[in-house]
């Protein structure tokens, strides 16, 4: 079995530029190979906010015992049942527990685009969480193959097609004041449907590479290895760029 995070990426030429400027973390070093990834988050997370002099979050105590106050229990309570249980509320019926399992990873992997919240409720009215999860749920409503080889095969059509996402805008006259020339332009949206073709094509090209089948197939095994989240979030991290949510700030990881 290859080690994926040693793999070659000799076709990431071939992936979206939006992708690649917006994954971050690629190009952040790793920390080292004995440390746990959850300890690191709290360190490099609590060092930058120190570095910084002051606070990135402030408390208001009179602010935090009036909303305790005004806080409609019943109805936090049936936030709180719907967002615990949102796998049982999905409309999908799965052959299995790993393709099951290996659509909440995707599902997973692809929580990004807040960015874009704006330019999606006014296209879609929708934002970037509920894009992603329509898309999702489009790719198995229509038998889409969410497998290593399935993901390398997905097109920005596809993408655009699925989650909702349009790639050109308007149609604007070419030259003012005639209609003659129509010419439309990539949408706002465009670089968000590449960012999220980039993410799956390189995620299935690494699980291909590495030997593995599928997202679940790689977390299954990866857990018979050893079943901890640590390891787990180690394993996942160090395999698929897509998911280092990390960033140099000042010369120091975070």
């Not at 949102?86 to 997973?108: G, R, Y």
């Not at 699925?162 to 670089?191: C, H, Q, W, Y």
């Not at 390891?231 to 000042?250: M, T, W």
């Amino acid at each position: 079995m290859v080690l994926i995070s040693e793999l070659s990426g000799d076709s990431d030429s071939q992936l979206p530029l939006a992708w690649k400027t917006g994954c971050t973390g690629e190009n952040v070093a790793l920390p080292p190979a004995d440390t746990n990834y959850l300890t690191s988050v709290r360190v490099s997370t609590a060092r930058f906010i120190g570095s910084t002099g002051q606070s990135l979050v402030g408390v208001n105590p009179e602010q935090v015992r009036r909303y305790v106050d005004t806080l409609d229990a019943a109805k936090f309570d049936r936030y709180i049942k719907h967002v615990n249980g949102w796998t049982h509320k999905l409309p999908l019926v799965f052959d299995n527990m790993a393709q099951e399992l290996n659509f909440i990873a995707v599902l997973d992997l692809l929580q990004l685009g807040s960015g874009f919240r704006a330019e999606l409720h006014y296209a879609a009215n929708r934002g970037a969480s509920d894009t992603i999860r329509f898309g999702c749920i489009s790719f198995h409503i229509s038998q889409t193959h969410l497998d290593a080889r399935g993901l390398q095969a997905l097109t920005l059509g596809d993408i655009s097609q699925n989650f909702g996402i349009p790639l050109f805008g308007d149609e604007r006259p070419m030259t003012k004041g005639s209609s003659a020339v129509m010419v439309r332009e990539a949408s706002d949206l465009r670089p968000l449907a590449e960012i999220i073709l980039g993410c799956l094509h390189d995620t299935g090209k690494r699980l291909e590479q590495g030997g593995y089948s599928s997202l679940a197939d790689f977390i299954l095994k990866m857990c018979t290895e050893q079943p901890t989240a640590a390891h787990l979030v180690k394993k996942l991290v160090s395999a698929f760029p897509s998911l280092r949510d990390a960033a140099d700030i000042n010369g120091q990881p975070v």
